[in-house]
């Protein structure tokens, strides 16, 4: 009775703590209240809140503008966008991927520490006891290593401590020690020096190849910094020259008001001019807000945020756009844009990939066979426990006290003898490990494994999806070299055009001055109606927004020409480290 009383309390104790009481949190909502918890930030059941997500109240933001040239804007919003710099740790990530799957070849060392006691009613006689009660301690290490052949070793150190009370058991304790090799080594399946290794190479080319994707990420990221930093100058140029025409405008009006004073013009001419004023105060509105959603687009690309404000600081172009001499050559424009495009070596990395992964699939085709073996050395000792054991021998004599039965008259006799066996593997615990090292207690085996699927559908269809990524990555390559192709000729054309453009723009914007003047001096002598002068007025606007965006889109176009060639970082010093070779951990070379 006494023994049930502790195992009824521990149930109810147990029971009691695991259901909450009433208006009590469940215990996932709640932190831990013991201390240990502070010591293992893993352990806490919440997740600390990310910097990511919080968002400042009120909203903070720079009043700062800062002028910047074109290449201190590209500068700042590669060190500051948080996209890009998100995209430059995808390297790094895919870089951890080697690593990963050389783990593959890590040997593992494990191990096991265990203690089990026992008494339980015993019901063999020979035994000599009611009771068994039986003490077990072990200390266990195992290793265990894939080597680049393909072959699996495992190494088993076994370390036990058994005290039983048998009447047959001469030592207590007992001391057992093992030392254990097992190979596998593959005949088919997975079998070659360097076939296991191939999952590390496909990391590697996966690898590089995120990097030559960084690579083109940053070059297309360039370019919009430059279209962004080109289209502040663009709309800050176009609000100028709408300006302008509304002064034009607001002129036009006083002029024809005094005219209608002295009654040189009917009063409907006023009207004209003051209704082609309003509709130009509205292009320049227009303009405006153009000009204020460029700056917002630069800023927030760049993300300057030298006071870490929630809102960037204003980034104001410090260039004009001045037309460079660009010489635009198809041939030797797309025969570089072959070489160095980097989107063309990641794709060339995408399709190793998939050769690497058929080769794997196809090895899957073939049955597992498997050559296995072990060996293995033990070593035994304990403390010497005598042992009497009772039998019947043959005796010539009489051997007294009343224990032999004799046979016949001068056959001799049987007697009952007590024998006291001691074992000859007495000792100390050292001895087994000794005995272990003697090599005298020895045990091997080895065979073949055979194993084959009858049908092999799974290898079959992982062959024939590899044979389709494959090519599909070659014919995406394919695609992309005509892609590229397009996009040097286009932006060749783009070029060429967009200088064309400035040339024309630029005399057609002279024309349109010369043209307003001509048309000015006309309507101060009568030979020319308001319509006519405000239409003049529209006409050179009109040239004028034309030249800039002329300017603007020859700007963009070679910088266009040049991400089309590969060569729009190196025009702008941006360097981004190239794959080089890896270092291979000392636990994958063999």
């Known amino acids: ?109 494990s191990g096991e520490l265990t203690h089990r006691n026992s008494i339980t009613p015993n019901a063999s006689a020979l035994a000599g006891t009611r009771t068994l009660v039986t003490d077990d301690r072990s200390a266990n290490l195992h290793l265990f290593k894939t080597f680049r052949t393909g072959t699996t070793a495992t190494v088993d150190f076994l370390n036990d401590r058994l005290d039983t009370n048998p009447r047959f058991q001469q030592l207590r304790p007992e001391y057992q020690a093992a030392l254990n090799l097992s190979l596998v080594q593959p005949l088919l399946r997975n079998f070659g020096w360097d076939f296991s290794y191939l999952i590390v190479r496909v990391a590697e080319q996966v690898a590089d190849a995120a990097v030559y994707q960084y690579q083109a ?101 410090a260039d004009e756009v001045v037309p460079e001499d660009v010489t635009v050559d198809i041939e030797h424009g797309l025969s570089t844009a072959l070489s160095n495009r980097p989107e063309i070596q990641a794709s060339a990395r995408g399709i190793l990939v998939q050769q690497l992964n058929e080769r794997i699939a196809t090895n899957g085709l073939l049955p597992r066979l498997d050559v296995v073996g ?90 024939t999806q590899s044979r389709i990524t494959r090519s599909q990555a070659e014919l995406n390559h394919r695609q992309l070299l005509s892609n590229v192709t397009l996009e040097v000729r286009k932006s060749a054309a783009d070029v060429t055009s967009a200088r064309q453009r400035i040339d024309t723009t630029r005399v057609a914007r002279a024309l349109a001055e010369e043209n307003l003047r001509n048309q000015e001096k006309r309507h101060e002598v009568g030979m020319a109606t308001t319509k006519d002068l405000l239409d003049f007025q529209t006409r050179l606007t009109s040239a004028r927004a034309a030249e800039v965006q002329a300017k603007v889109d020859y700007a963009i176009a070679v910088a266009s020409w040049l991400r089309a060639q590969g060569r729009l970082l190196a025009n702008y010093q941006v360097v981004v480290e190239q794959p080089g070779r890896r270092g291979t951990p000392w636990f994958a070379r063999f």
Not at 7 to 31: F, H, I, K, Q
Not at 75 to 87: C, W
Not at 410 to 431: D, H, M, T, W, Y
């Open 217 to 317: 990420q940053v070059a297309d990221f360039v370019q919009q910094v430059i279209e962004a930093y080109w289209n502040v100058v663009r709309t800050r140029e176009n609000l100028e020259v709408q300006r302008e025409s509304k002064t034009l405008a607001d002129r036009t009006v006083h002029e024809n008001e005094a005219r209608v004073r002295v009654g040189l013009l009917p009063p409907v001419a006023v009207l004209e001019a003051e209704a082609d004023a309003k509709s130009r105060e509205e292009q320049v509105i227009q303009a405006d807000n153009d000009l204020a959603v460029a700056r917002q687009l630069l800023a927030q690309t760049a993300f300057y945020r030298p006071a870490d404000t929630f809102v960037p600081r204003t980034l104001e172009p």
């Open 374 to 463: 072990s060996y293995g050395v033990n070593g035994l000792s304990g403390t010497n426990r005598a042992v009497s054991l009772t039998t019947v021998a043959f005796s010539p004599t009489d051997l007294g006290g009343g224990r032999c039965v004799p046979l016949g008259s001068g056959q001799g006799f049987i007697c009952k003898v007590v024998l006291n066996a001691a074992s000859p593997f007495a000792g100390s615990a050292s001895e087994a490990y000794r005995r272990l090292e003697s090599n005298d207690f020895r045990s091997y085996s080895f065979g073949l494994q055979f194993q084959m699927p009858l049908s092999n559908a799974l290898a079959r269809s992982e062959l």
């Open 1 to 109: 009775m006494s023994r049930r009383l502790p195992l009824a309390y521990l149930t109810v104790l147990a029971l009691a703590t695991a259901v909450p009481s009433a208006g009590e949190d469940p215990p996932d909502a709640r932190e831990p209240s013991w201390r240990g918890a502070g010591l293992a930030p893993s352990w806490r059941r919440s997740l600390p809140e990310s910097e990511a997500l919080r968002i400042p109240t009120p909203i903070t933001r720079d009043e700062e503008v800062e002028r910047v040239t074109l290449k201190e804007a590209i500068g700042i919003a590669l060190e500051n966008n948080p996209g890009i710099a998100a995209q430059r740790l995808e390297p790094t990530r895919q870089g951890a991927g080697v690593l990963q799957a050389g783990a593959t070849f890590d040997p593992t060392l």
